[in-house]
């Protein structure tokens, strides 16, 4: 989309807003300016912007960490308990 004819306007954020803006724009790799327009035109449209939560991290950051028993190893051996668990099926 083409801003070349695009009007500037200057508005004052309050900071923890502003902090906001910034960090969404450091995990999108956006500047300011896009992640403000784009939160406007969506919010315009009446759609919604995507979050944190709408991530696939945030929809189950509540249940990571929260299963217990389990191979203790399972984050540096997945690739071999699960290659036990399908031969263990196939039996």
Same mark, same amino acid.
């Given at each position: 989309m083409g801003y070349a004819r695009a009007a500037q306007i200057s @508005?004052? %954020? &309050? $900071? $923890?807003l502003l902090r906001q803006i910034d960090q969404r724009a450091r995990k999108s790799r956006m500047s300011r300016s896009t992640v403000i327009r784009d939160i406007l035109q969506a919010h315009l449209a009446g759609?919604?912007?995507m979050? =944190?939560?709408? /991530? &696939?991290?945030?929809?189950?950051?509540d249940l990571i960490? /929260?299963?217990?028993?389990? &191979?203790s190893d399972l984050g540096r051996? *997945?690739?071999? *308990? %699960?290659? =036990? @668990?399908i031969r263990d099926?196939?039996?």
């Open positions: @508005l004052r %954020l &309050p $900071a $923890a759609s919604r912007v979050t =944190e939560v709408d /991530s &696939p991290y945030g929809r189950v950051r960490g /929260s299963v217990s028993g389990g &191979p051996r *997945h690739r071999e *308990h %699960l290659a =036990e @668990l099926r196939r039996r």
